[in-house]
């Protein structure tokens, strides 16, 4: 037995990410987003509503980072995504985390992200159901605490979190359960 539930935007996991952009007097402004990802080898698309003051910072300084949270950082990241900085412009200063200037571009690094994607404006896009953003991957920045024994990303090890559209959850994500083109090659076999 099913039911139906209409037009939804019902699919699981939702990323969680956090947009990092500078104001126009140089402060941090940082905000969480589930309506995006990778969208090329090289690119990411972000689907934001255009009043959000995150896009008038992407739009003036073309420049953006992209982080993902891990659960330790769940509640302040959960805050940057509820707060909005038009009305309160201490946000970022309120959860205690800290930011460095990216290397590449004009945009903060959050320290307490375990990877962060340094990325330019390739185009704005206003659509007739919203705002997307096109990035540029310039550079990836991953902590070493989230390496392995190589020197690659270890995904277990970023702690990351997914949003629950239905029940407006997060979900930690970690466990690995198969590797990707190997997991049902025996199938092509047949």
Request: charged fraction near 25%.
């Amino acid at each position: 037995m099913t039911k139906n539930f209409g037009v939804q935007a019902y699919l699981f996991p939702m990323p969680t990410y956090m947009i990092g952009t500078y104001n126009e007097d140089d402060t941090v402004d940082v905000m969480m987003m589930a309506w995006g990802g990778i969208c090329a080898e090289n690119m990411v698309a972000l689907n934001l509503e255009a009043e959000h003051k995150t896009v008038e910072n992407i739009e003036a300084r073309k420049a953006f980072t992209l982080a993902v949270p891990g659960v330790d950082t769940l509640k302040e990241s959960d805050f940057l995504g509820t707060a909005t900085s038009n009305k309160m412009t201490d946000k970022f200063e309120r959860t205690g985390l800290h930011a460095v200037k990216s290397e590449r571009v004009d945009a903060p690094v959050i320290t307490e992200y375990p990877i962060t994607l340094e990325c330019e404006v390739v185009e704005m896009q206003s659509q007739p159901y919203g705002l997307r953003v096109l990035g540029k991957i310039i550079n990836v920045i991953a902590d070493e605490k989230i390496l392995d024994d190589t020197g690659k990303i270890d995904a277990a090890k970023i702690h990351a979190f997914a949003f629950d559209q239905m029940q407006h959850g997060y979900y930690a994500i970690g466990e690995k359960v198969g590797q990707a083109w190997k997991s049902g090659s025996d199938l092509i076999k047949k």
